[in-house]
């Protein structure tokens, strides 16, 4: 089975500006969570989707919003970039919600924002 | 508020000689534990995991010992290799999929 994938890898942003990153599951796995790993403060939880409905949502402000297509493809987009945004994004997708299930992570998408 | 913490951001250890790596919580009511490795460039992979009614669990090299009372976390690694190096981070759940993850500790295996 392939890998989580994530598009793009990297990207450079000034401030103000907003940006898309997107995720592919792995084949079957309907949940998707998005996480930010900054220096220092370890993988802070952004949202969780599961079959297209936003399940779980972190303390972020609402300039981080998401979404999940029919096909689990999820997107996130962060509106009016600051440069605390800089950040690896890491999405991290699973065959099921309990909980007791190991997640699957992508290689993750290095935001630099100017 | 980090819930889950892991207070040693580094370790260095010889080749051959196991490794601890410790991690606290704070939320009684977390109910699974893991633990993963990351490489740089690389997203984290996971590598063993808990559940709350066992104390220790064993895959391997690697070992996860649990200590509810204390609210502690800890990955043994014994004997320890090169390819171990890595920054470890442990993760809590309660219920659905919203991990809460430490800090991470970068260890180093010194051949």
């Known amino acids: 089975k392939a890998g989580v994938t994530q598009t793009p890898r990297y990207l450079i942003k000034t401030r103000g500006q907003q940006v898309t990153l997107s995720c592919s599951p792995i084949s079957g796995h309907r949940s998707v969570s998005w996480y930010q790993q900054t220096p220092g403060q370890g993988l802070q939880f952004l949202f969780e989707?599961?079959?297209?409905?936003?399940?779980n949502k972190g303390n972020f402000p609402g300039r981080f919003s998401g979404r999940q297509f029919s096909n689990s493809r999820s997107e996130m987009n962060v509106s009016t970039l600051e440069l605390g945004d800089s950040a690896l994004y890491l999405c991290a997708s699973s065959p099921t919600r309990d909980g007791h299930n190991e997640q699957f992570f992508g290689p993750g998408t290095r935001l630099t924002v100017l | 508020d980090q819930q889950v913490k892991q207070n040693s951001p580094s370790l260095s250890v010889q080749e051959g000689r196991i490794s601890i790596l410790n991690c606290d919580y704070t939320n009684s009511m977390f109910d699974y534990f893991l633990w993963y490795k990351k490489y740089p460039a690389e997203g984290p992979t996971f590598l063993i995991s808990?559940?709350?009614?066992?104390d220790k669990n064993e895959d391997g090299r690697f070992t996860v010992f649990l200590n509810k009372s204390a609210k502690h976390l800890s990955l043994h690694i014994v004997p320890s290799q090169p390819g171990d190096s890595a920054v470890y981070f442990c993760?809590?759940?309660?219920?659905?999929?919203?991990?809460?993850f430490g800090t991470g500790t970068s260890l180093t295996v010194i051949p």
């Open positions: 993760a809590a759940s309660m219920e659905g999929n919203q991990f809460y």
């Open positions: 989707y599961f079959s297209e409905t936003q399940r």
């Open positions: 808990i559940s709350s009614i066992k």
